[in-house]
């Protein structure tokens, strides 16, 4: 009896010092954070828009992009929740070309900046490591320039949408951390800014968004 007793009392004792443990590791994921972001963006027509029957990979844009986001996480055990914000410039442009404008179907257009706003849930697949997946609203600005080799026309798209995406975070030691995750986003619904700030109706459109990101931040 007294063996079972004394089992017992271990495994107890065990359990005792696991839970403040895994408090501990998940303090690794809880609270405020900024970080700065840098990958990989293209965007193409979405999948119900044909433009002479060209492939819609063919008529993507992409390069690098770059930016910062910010976040606040909530640890529940092994899991974790989060708000997180997120502020991008992209690189990706067509080529300018006064005959025709073929790339995206469009015109030259020149990727301005992209803004998310959303919620991520993940789990712990090690006390350093969370797995999480993403989603949310997300509002990109398109710069169009049109002409007919006299005029130029410059006009904004401002696009709204929505993103999901997956992604890994590491915590090292302290509170430094980096992440990589994939992102996809559809832009739905859009209107045109002019240049003297006046906009038009909303319209509809189709534009599909792909980024492969990393990052590396600070929680406090």
């Given amino acids: 009896m007294k063996y079972r007793v004394a ?10 010092l696991a839970a403040p443990a895994a408090a501990q590791d998940n303090e690794s994921f809880t ?35 770059y930016g910062v986001g910010v976040g606040y ?19 990706a442009q067509t080529t300018y070309n006064t005959v025709g404008f073929e790339d995206f179907g469009v015109g030259n257009i020149d990727t301005g900046r992209d803004l998310y706003v959303g919620l991520r849930a993940g789990i712990l697949a090690t006390p ?7 989603g949310g609203y997300t509002n990109a600005r398109y710069k169009l320039l ?3 080799n006299t005029t130029d026309i410059e006009t904004n798209a401002n696009l ?12 090292f030691n302290g509170n430094l951390y980096a992440k990589a995750e994939y992102r996809y986003s559809n832009y739905s619904n859009g209107e045109f800014e002019f240049p003297n700030g006046a906009t038009t109706a909303d319209f509809d459109v189709d534009v599909d968004r792909h980024q492969v990101m990393a990052g590396i931040g600070l929680r406090f």
């Fill in 7 to 16: 089992i017992i009392l271990a495994s107890a004792s065990a359990a005792a």
């Fill in 31 to 65: 609270g405020p954070r900024v970080e700065v972001i840098f990958g990989y963006d293209e965007s193409r027509p979405g999948s119900s828009e044909d433009f002479d029957n060209v492939d819609d990979i063919e008529q993507s844009i992409y390069d690098v992009a």
């Fill in 73 to 91: 996480d909530f640890a529940f055990g092994g899991a974790v929740v989060g708000v997180e914000g997120e502020y991008l410039r992209s690189e």
């Fill in 128 to 134: 350093n490591t969370l797995v999480y997946a993403k």
């Fill in 146 to 148: 049109a002409t007919d």
């Fill in 160 to 171: 709204d949408g929505w993103r999901v995406g997956a992604g890994l975070e590491h915590s």
